[in-house]
């Protein structure tokens, strides 16, 4: 069986009529995206459907539309009567997509839409192409192979996908493939500068006073070239933050000239750090993290220590130095 | 004569041989791109060339290939000899490349190649396009009907000068035909993730320190619909800070949600005081701006008051107030 199988898939989503579509728990701009384009495009040939993620969908990706279509399968109770066919997308695995999973059938026939090359193929029928940047480039593909017509937005669900996926097109996964299909459902519809300001322009307040209180910890050793910040409980509090506020905070460190590894530490409690590494290039941070049980890419890993933050600081830190000595 | 002489322009180029090409003033990444892509379409012909600009080039751009060869008309003496064919690009005027004039003969003949909708039509032959979001994206369409082959570092150059002109493609200038120019520069060897690293993601650390001194000052007004920072010249000292290091500084007031306006005052002297606006979109900061003597465009103007700074952030607050309200 072909892992891309568009044939497959096309005569999947024809001979179906009520389906249920899934992504995965914590979903980011991508898997919300595709969840719904894929939902617009079974709409499009007149057949039914529920979206369903068990978690919530972030607040910033509300404006796309139909997000507020979306149900929450860790909150919501199953329906009474479970689905027999099901699109997941964006999902490497079948455990991703977490408690929406007790929202389906055990007959039930499943298409399996991602671009993770992790994907373990789960499914009756699989449209997997690692090659993409988003899964939202092969709900491009699906779109154009099924002749659907194309709305604003659609246009602006794939757009979405592959702006954040591709962090706005800086990351290395983008190809020119990734801005040509951007360009195209910029004529489709879709605003660029609208999409880039509710996605990677806004902030919340919260995020700016962290990133204050950040700077202000900002550290560096090794003639710059690590360089890291800390953030406590206490500081969350004061900044009435949410996890999803300090997204990209280890980014100021790592982008400083001469840095080759940022680091943040975040205090989650007394003996408990969570660690975000970031590299430059030159260190593969996934393999130092996987030292300490942590992982990741080769630019971005993680690690979760069990100490006090000064001596999580110390021990990475420590490590890095010797590694980058 | 027509703004935008596509077959004047290419005659102009295969009809002379020694040229000079130059710039603007305060180069950014658009104007030091083109110029460097109007260099390698003139030697790929065979022919000579100089180029200049009346001023450094910021260091962040001088990863571009042949960067390092452009001659500061600004600390250089005029060559004995001046230049009798000139190629200006990026300039709305012929004044905006300064010094840069100063080398070009009395009976030369200039080919003016620019995307500013106020270019003043100077020159023998013009290549106007004021949809183009860079004077890149009008490089581009030189180098297609001319059929010069495509090299790296000419794709470079045109991807370069879109990105910057475009804030990363997340401007409301940024248009289909800037993406899809920007894919195919990718297929002929830009690397995007390379050159959004240089240009966009790469910051100084007296930025990052300046950015930490300012958020110190963050302040609200009108219900968070009015945030600014403020800068001080001993704040400059002592981060050790150049005036580029407070590039982007404006857009974190800005970007923090619920602000329609974001402002950063710069204390230049003690009775002088420069001054960023930043719009969201609902209030035209360049009306606001020309009532106190400034300029700029709807979404991003500046004022130059004479005063010290904290009776600035009275009367530019207060007066915005006034008009919010």
Not at 1 to 14: K, L, P, T, V, Y
């Amino acid at each position: 069986m072909s892992r891309f199988d568009m044939e497959g898939a096309i005569n999947f989503i024809r001979e179906g009529d009520d389906f249920l579509i899934v992504s995965h728990v914590q979903p980011d701009g991508d898997a919300v995206s595709s969840l719904l384009a894929a939902a617009l495009v079974v709409r499009s040939l007149g057949k039914r459907c529920t979206t369903a993620i068990a978690d919530r969908v972030p607040p910033k990706l509300m404006f796309l539309p139909g997000s507020d279509l979306i149900r929450n399968a860790r909150t919501e109770e199953p329906p009474g009567r479970l689905y027999s066919r099901v699109i997941a997308v964006d999902c490497a695995d079948f455990s991703r997509m977490g408690m929406a999973a007790n929202w389906i059938g055990d007959d039930a026939r499943l298409l399996n839409i991602d671009h993770h090359p992790t994907n373990d193929g789960f499914g009756d029928v699989t449209l997997i192409r690692p090659e993409a940047a988003a899964t939202a480039e092969i709900l491009h593909e699906l779109v154009t192979a099924m002749g659907v017509r194309w709305t604003k937005p659609l246009a602006e669900c794939i757009y979405t996908g592959i702006l954040t996926d591709t962090g706005g097109f800086r990351y290395t996964n983008a190809t020119p493939a990734s801005l040509r299909i951007a360009s195209e459902m910029m004529e489709h519809g879709a605003s660029g500068s609208r999409i880039a300001e509710h996605l990677l322009e806004r902030v919340s307040l919260a995020h700016v006073i962290l990133l204050k209180k950040a700077l202000a910890t900002l550290s560096f050793t090794e003639g710059n070239r690590i360089g890291w910040v800390t953030v406590t409980r206490s500081d969350m509090e004061e900044a009435n933050a949410q996890s999803e506020d300090l997204e990209g905070l280890v980014n100021y460190p790592r982008n400083i000239e001469g840095v080759e590894v940022g680091i943040l530490f975040k205090e989650v409690d007394e003996n408990k750090v969570k660690v975000s590494l970031r590299s430059a290039g030159a260190v593969d941070v996934a393999a130092f993290a996987k030292s300490f049980g942590g992982g990741g890419h080769v630019r971005a890993a993680g690690i979760t220590l069990h100490m006090p933050l000064q001596e999580a600081v110390e021990t990475v830190v420590g490590g890095l130095r010797g590694l980058m000595a």
